[in-house]
């Protein structure tokens, strides 16, 4: 499959912990990376690979995967945090190699 | 400081030909893929294509393959994405950005300011 599925919308409480969820075949292959979207703003590289952060993001951001579910866990949610969320992977069906992205995930920090 | 610039908004009408562009800066643009990504209004990220600047090997979604034109010009650090005749159907935002792929994974982790393209008669 070349679809990675997301939940359109997540919701935490300020200072909670959430974990936001990306399924599909190629994730069994291949590492997610994960993307914050603030509005009228570019995305921004938040986890990559097994769990690794780019310079600059917080430690509360996250990374792990099972199976074909790769997750994006906040600990510690900040008003600052609400965003759109989206995952990113190689796609394994076809000959030549493309990528995806999930639907996104829109968190609410209440 | 890394940064990838792009082409400033454009509006087009349907059979129009359009090229925009992305330009990197500080690194050194043949060591990194660069991504083409399309974000239509109120809608989510669609990753379009990659470049590989230094031999300009492309790779395309099959979503956009025929659609679009990926190409690059290493000796000015610019990538650039092309239609040969628009739609109304590609009003949209379109990202550039660096893409990497190593041991320890593969990300976009660097990201152009993104050009607005409005397609309508």
């Known amino acids: 499959s070349s679809e990675l599925t997301q939940d359109p919308a997540v919701s935490v409480a300020l200072g909670q912990t959430v974990r936001i969820t990306c399924q599909g075949d190629s994730l069994r292959s291949y590492y997610a990376s994960w993307y914050q979207q603030k509005p009228g703003q570019a995305p921004v590289l938040v986890i990559y690979?097994?769990?690794n952060r780019p310079s600059g993001i917080p430690d509360r951001f996250s990374g792990s995967s099972s199976g074909n579910t790769a997750s994006l866990t906040i600990t510690g949610a900040q008003a600052e945090d609400e965003a759109d969320y989206y995952c990113?992977?190689?796609?394994?069906?076809?000959?030549?190699?493309?990528?995806?992205f999930g639907g996104g995930t829109k968190l609410t920090v209440l | 400081e890394v940064q990838l610039v792009q082409s400033g908004a454009e509006v087009k009408k349907p059979g129009e030909s359009l090229r925009i562009s992305c330009k990197g800066s500080g690194y050194s643009f043949t060591s990194y893929w660069i991504s083409w990504v399309r974000q239509m209004p109120g809608k989510g990220l669609e990753w379009m294509g990659r470049i590989d600047p230094s031999d300009s090997y492309t790779n395309y979604s099959p979503s956009f393959q025929g659609h679009v034109t990926i190409s690059a010009d290493k000796s000015i650090s610019t990538a650039y994405l092309q239609w040969s005749s628009l739609k109304a159907s590609d009003t949209a935002m379109y990202y550039c950005?660096?893409?990497?792929?190593?041991?320890?994974?593969?990300?976009?982790?660097?990201w152009g300011q993104g050009t607005l393209v409005t397609v309508s008669s």
């Open positions: 950005a660096r893409q990497f792929l190593g041991s320890t994974g593969q990300g976009l982790d660097y």
């Open positions: 990113n992977s190689r796609d394994s069906s076809g000959n030549h190699p493309h990528w995806v």
């Open positions: 690979g097994k769990n």
